[in-house]
């Protein structure tokens, strides 16, 4: 009796060919098998050709969700692993493109075939696409329910403002004098407000319920140039609702003079603002006046309500 052969479903694409089940890449830079991680990520890229996929969404395809890893270095470190696995260049690329400060896309439409040369159905896709599919319809549905029910909401009424808290950036400190001509610790500054903020918000999340802000991690924000247009561009490319900005310099031969300001990104009107004295810039007293500022931003997000959150 002869054996019986096994159907395993095939993604082509540009003279290469991938093996799902087994994670085999096949094509002009010859076969080889991808590391599992680089096998996910390749299969996240494919189930979405030509779709910028956010960055946040492909760790959690590779390592899965609730994992906390330095997506920034583990995920370009696997991306270039891929490109290599290709023969891809990531400065005139066919197949991975970074797009800045949004995710990455996948250039080219793969087809889906078996061993016989067919179309499989959508049983016999692989397990990551077809749950991939299957979110997608169901948001499609979720859509069309809600565009349904869209008269139901008044005109010019968010349905979500009730429940969505303002979401936060922290901009990097400005050194406004020669004292740190390097800007050695505006980072620094930067990093404890937002450890602040995101204790406020666990403590928050977890004794409330309701957070009142969400923050926006620092690797989002960080090479938006300054200027006129940074405010808007926040608000609309990350949905920014309050952009908190910092500025220091020395007073005297020790002290440190810091300011903060929380600004409305809509009016561009400032929230909160504070400003302190300390004798170095990584201290103890610094973080405590961190905390402080956060506690006292939860106090005003919560008094501003809507009135804080841009127009989207």
Same mark, same amino acid.
């Given at each position: 009796?002869?054996?019986?052969?096994?159907?395993?479903?095939?993604?082509?694409?540009?003279?290469?060919?991938?093996?799902?089940?087994?994670?085999?890449?096949?094509?002009?830079?010859? +076969?080889?098998?991808?590391?599992?991680?680089?096998?996910?990520?390749?299969?996240?890229?494919?189930?979405?050709?030509?779709?910028?996929?956010?960055?946040? +969404?492909?760790?959690?395809?590779?390592?899965?969700?609730?994992?906390?890893?330095?997506?920034?270095?583990?995920?370009?470190?696997?991306?270039?692993?891929?490109?290599?696995?290709?023969?891809?260049?990531?400065?005139?690329? +066919?197949?991975?493109?970074?797009?800045?400060?949004?995710?990455?896309?996948?250039?080219?439409? *793969?087809? +889906?075939?078996?061993?016989?040369?067919?179309?499989?159905?959508?049983?016999?896709? *692989?397990?990551?696409?077809?749950?991939?599919?299957? $979110?997608?319809?169901?948001?499609?549905?979720?859509?069309?329910?809600?565009?349904?029910?869209?008269?139901?909401?008044?005109?010019?009424?968010?349905?979500?403002?009730?429940?969505? *808290?303002? =979401? %936060?950036? %922290?901009?990097?400190?400005?050194?406004?004098?020669?004292?740190?001509?390097?800007? =050695?610790?505006?980072?620094?500054?930067?990093?404890?407000? /937002?450890?602040?903020?995101?204790? %406020?918000?666990?403590?928050?999340? $977890?004794?409330?319920?309701?957070?009142?802000?969400?923050?926006?991690?620092?690797?989002?924000? %960080?090479?938006?140039?300054?200027?006129?247009?940074?405010?808007?561009?926040?608000?609309?490319?990350?949905?920014?609702?309050?952009? /908190?900005?910092?500025?220091?310099?020395?007073?005297?031969?020790?002290?440190?003079?810091?300011?903060?300001?929380?600004?409305?990104?809509?009016?561009?009107? /400032?929230?909160?603002?504070?400003?302190?004295?300390?004798?170095?810039?990584?201290?103890?007293?610094?973080?405590?006046?961190?905390?402080?500022?956060?506690?006292?931003?939860?106090?005003?997000?919560?008094?501003?309500?809507?009135?804080?959150?841009?127009?989207?």
């Amino acid at each position: 009796m002869p054996a019986r052969q096994e159907e395993t479903s095939r993604l082509q694409f540009k003279g290469f060919v991938y093996e799902p089940d087994s994670g085999r890449l096949s094509g002009p830079t010859g +076969t080889q098998t991808l590391r599992p991680q680089a096998a996910r990520l390749l299969e996240a890229l494919l189930a979405r050709p030509g779709v910028v996929i956010d960055r946040q +969404t492909l760790v959690e395809s590779v390592w899965g969700e609730g994992r906390v890893v330095e997506f920034d270095a583990g995920l370009s470190a696997l991306i270039k692993e891929l490109r290599a696995a290709l023969g891809d260049q990531a400065g005139s690329p +066919t197949f991975i493109e970074t797009i800045p400060r949004r995710g990455v896309r996948f250039l080219v439409q *793969p087809d +889906t075939t078996d061993q016989a040369g067919n179309a499989p159905s959508s049983a016999a896709l *692989p397990r990551p696409i077809r749950l991939i599919v299957t $979110t997608i319809l169901a948001l499609l549905l979720g859509g069309l329910v809600l565009l349904m029910a869209w008269d139901l909401v008044p005109f010019g009424g968010d349905p979500e403002a009730a429940d969505r *808290p303002p =979401r %936060v950036a %922290v901009l990097p400190f400005l050194s406004v004098d020669d004292a740190d001509r390097e800007q =050695r610790a505006s980072m620094l500054l930067a990093d404890s407000l /937002i450890a602040a903020l995101g204790q %406020v918000v666990s403590r928050a999340d $977890t004794e409330q319920g309701s957070p009142p802000y969400a923050v926006i991690g620092r690797t989002s924000v %960080v090479d938006y140039p300054a200027g006129e247009e940074l405010l808007p561009r926040l608000g609309r490319e990350l949905r920014v609702d309050l952009v /908190i900005e910092g500025s220091y310099r020395q007073e005297g031969e020790q002290d440190w003079l810091i300011n903060i300001s929380a600004v409305k990104v809509e009016e561009q009107t /400032i929230l909160l603002s504070r400003s302190f004295v300390s004798d170095a810039l990584s201290s103890q007293a610094v973080r405590e006046q961190m905390q402080s500022f956060a506690l006292e931003l939860e106090q005003a997000a919560r008094r501003c309500g809507q009135d804080c959150l841009a127009t989207q």
